[in-house]
């Protein structure tokens, strides 16, 4: 029977790029703190986990980096190596070419030459490590093993019993691939096979497993490299563990343990040498007298008692243990779906959203109560599901915002200056579709930030301010989108520069009085750079109209606020999800429109004598008015009565003039067509329950519209 290890294999990729990416971050916290030994415990977990797993399914490239990866990992945990900054750079570069070598093996592509080098080069430096190590370290005097609590030491090799649950076959695992690689980590002078669990062959299930070992290995590793021989097994099979010069007791205790029948137990321990029967007999007769006496002590209140250490270490490592456990009941709970699915339900939810607009507007035309009272029953569901469906999609940005760590590390070396990576709102969520898509034009804004924004730490001494330069990213919800700001403390943005580059562009003439924002917006234009030379990162006039076209294509806006000396601010705003919103819809002309109902204020009757003006007193406020009839063009029979829909935005309210307010809906939202990607001020389109098509507005770009007509009336 073949197995069809292909969906196995990509998860294998999805989890090692995610093991890569908790590798990078702890590795990037070692930095700052590298005597942190849960951050070198996770950068060793990782790289094991990795190597184990390619192992598995024969990536022999991947294996080999990664074992003279993890050899330089295991000195710097066993405290026989120190971190530097050239040593964590070194990791930080492996752990690239890891990720290369993942990517390889996911296109299956051949490894190229350039690659190859690389990564002798980097195998080169990390046998280094270890030689000059294992060079420089003297050489620890052989000592005797004492054991906690007193009792005989006995033993020279490690003890394993291992036996596998009925399923492990069914799982996919073989148990002698297991034996085999616990043979790689040193010497198996002793293996019993356990057959004592096999039923009668009449009931005997041949995909079931019911074999049990009991190993001697002749290893300098410790528990942990051995534990980590079954990490994928943990779940199915019962593993005990005894290091070399463990107590008799312990021997004991695990005999107990196992289901085998306790003399054969005996027997077999000291067949593979691991105590003689000398001493398994005085160890029954010593268990059998303790069984009367008071309970044993926990072993912190024994470390306690016997001043071995004190009681906040012991609680500080109970409270950590409860917090590991606490977060593997969590991540139990988990189940990884491909994105597909997902996209998939969110569709037809969307298809549910407006079979059941149509159902309901055929209900309210034939004035059947019955039916339109079990559609709105119905509707509230479809809103639950729709919600929930949604929330399926939402994730943290804080995981895109931390991978900016490394990004300001590399950048920060590569210009000669020292920033700092302040990161907010990490726990702010929105749709998985937008987070993938930010995450290009984030990076062009950080890049650009450091490079001209931040000055050297020489010219911020001087203008005293200091030496380190400081890059925020912050997130947060505001108006039923999200913002993310990528705000630094440099220079500010350079308005006679600006200005005096664009003229030379033509871009504005020598008369044109422009507010900042529209000073600041000439930078996305195609081409724009005032660098003075062009550097690796930037000043080519590439990039922030990519930006600025990246952010739209989301349906979102970018705004820039700066003060000369003290830094910029790029604002983006962003819908929180690309496929179903609550909208406001509204009739102009013969069309429909929708609004998003979060910036929708409230809804005010237009005064007839109000009829031509621009502007509105709404309780003693202006509120500047956009006729949607004049802007977009529409031609239509003018109604007895006009309404305006007060909208909020980036903290600008406006008044939209329509000629009809038909309510609350549900718009499942279609990208509109390539021909119609220049359209300002409309983002996307929706389909009614009567089938008609009513088109979404993008209110950002209308009300900057609505500005940039008002500014050039009062110019002429």
């Known amino acids: 029977m073949s197995l069809d290890l292909s969906e196995a294999l990509q998860t294998f990729f999805a989890e090692s790029r995610s093991l ?15 005597n942190d030994a849960e951050a070198v415990n996770a950068v060793f977990r990782a790289a094991h986990t990795i190597k184990g797993s390619s192992g598995l399914f024969g990536l022999d490239d991947i ?9 330089v990992l295991d000195q710097v945990r066993n405290k026989k190596l120190m971190l530097t900054d050239e040593l964590i750079g070194l990791l930080l570069s492996c752990r690239d070419y890891i990720e290369r070598l993942v990517d390889l093996a996911s296109d299956n592509a051949e490894m190229d030459s350039d ?10 430096q990390l046998g280094l490590c270890v030689g000059e190590s294992a060079a420089s370290l003297p050489v620890a005097s052989e000592s005797p093993l004492q054991s906690l609590g007193g009792g005989q030491v006995v033993g020279d090799d490690w003890h394993i019993s291992v036996r596998f649950g009925q399923d492990v076959l069914k799982n996919g695992m073989d148990p002698l691939s297991f034996i085999h690689y616990l043979a790689t980590l040193g010497e198996i002078r002793h293996l019993d096979t356990l057959g004592d669990a096999l039923p009668d062959a009449a009931v005997m299930d041949p995909e079931c497993c019911y074999l049990g070992f009991e190993i001697s290995l002749k290893s300098e590793v410790d528990k942990a490299r051995i534990e980590g021989v079954f990490e994928f097994v943990r779940d199915d099979c019962q593993l005990h563990i005894l290091a070399p010069g463990s107590r008799m007791e312990d021997f004991h205790n695990l005999i107990m343990a196992l289901p085998e029948d306790k003399t054969r137990l005996g027997e077999l321990l000291v067949a593979c040498g691991a105590v003689t029967q000398r001493e398994l007999d005085e160890s029954l007769a010593l268990q059998e007298k303790s069984a009367f006496e008071e309970k044993a002590q926990p072993l912190g209140e024994i470390l306690v008692e016997r001043q071995i250490a004190h009681p906040e270490l012991v609680d500080a490592a109970l409270n950590k243990q409860k917090e590991v456990r606490q977060r593997q009941a969590q991540e139990a709970r988990l189940i990884r779906v491909h994105a597909d699915k997902l996209d998939s ?21 034939n004035k059947d109560a019955a039916m339109v009272e079990s559609m709105s029953g119905m509707a509230r569901l479809v809103e639950d599901i729709r919600d929930g469906a949604m929330r399926l999609r939402m994730v943290e940005i804080g995981e895109t915002f931390s991978r900016f760590r490394r990004v300001v590390r590399d950048v920060s070396k590569e210009l000669g200056k020292d920033v700092e990576l302040i990161i907010s709102g990490g726990d702010t969520e929105l749709d998985k579709t937008v987070v993938d898509k930010i995450g290009d034009p984030l990076t062009h804004l950080v890049r650009n930030a450091m490079d001209h924004g931040i000055e050297s730490a020489q010219d911020r001494l001087a203008s005293g301010k200091p030496g380190q330069g400081t890059l925020h990213l912050n997130a947060y919800h505001d108006a039923g989108g999200i913002i993310i700001e990528v705000a630094d403390d440099g220079y500010g943005l350079n308005r006679d520069r600006i200005l005096a580059k664009a003229r030379e562009r033509g ?5 044109d009085n422009l507010a900042d924002r529209d000073v600041w917006n000439l930078i996305f234009e195609p081409g724009f750079s005032t660098a003075t030379q062009v550097s690796n990162l930037s000043g080519r006039g590439v990039g922030m109209d990519v930006v600025r076209r990246n952010i739209q294509a989301l349906r979102g806006s970018v705004e820039i606020e700066s003060h000369a000396g003290q830094g910029s601010t790029f604002r983006i705003r962003l819908p929180l999800t690309l496929a179903i919103i609550d909208g406001f819809l509204m009739g102009v002309a013969d069309g429909h429109y929708v609004v998003p109902l979060d910036m929708v204020l409230e809804c005010v009757e237009m005064d007839a004598e109000r009829d031509e003006c621009d502007f509105l007193n709404l309780r003693g406020e202006v509120l500047p008015l956009l006729r949607l009839k004049q802007h977009l063009g529409l031609e239509g029979h003018r109604t007895r009565r006009q309404n305006v829909v007060v909208v909020s935005c980036a903290g600008r309210k ?7 307010l038909k309510g609350e809906f549900q718009a499942v939202i279609k990208p509109m067509a390539q021909i119609f990607a220049q359209v300002r001020g409309i983002s996307g389109s929706t389909i009614l329950g009567s089938g008609q098509v009513a088109l979404v507005l993008d209110v950002p770009s ?4 609505a500005a940039r007509e008002r500014v050039a009336a009062t110019q002429y």
């Not at 406006?654 to 009809?660: H, K, P, Q, S």
């Open 345 to 365: 339900l969110i569709n037809l939810v969307g298809e549910l959203v407006i079979a059941g607009a149509g159902v309901g507007l055929m209900a309210a035309r």
């Open 63 to 71: 294996v080999a980096f990664t074992h003279k990866a993890e050899n």
């Open 507 to 511: 871009l504005v003439q020598d008369g």
């Open 654 to 660: 406006a008044g939209l003039v329509v000629d009809e």
């Open 20 to 34: 890569l990416q908790e590798m990078e971050e702890a590795l990037l916290l070692l930095e700052t703190s590298p």
């Open 115 to 124: 690659t190859r080098k690389q990564g002798e080069a980097l195998a080169a």
């Open 702 to 705: 209308l009300l900057n519209e």
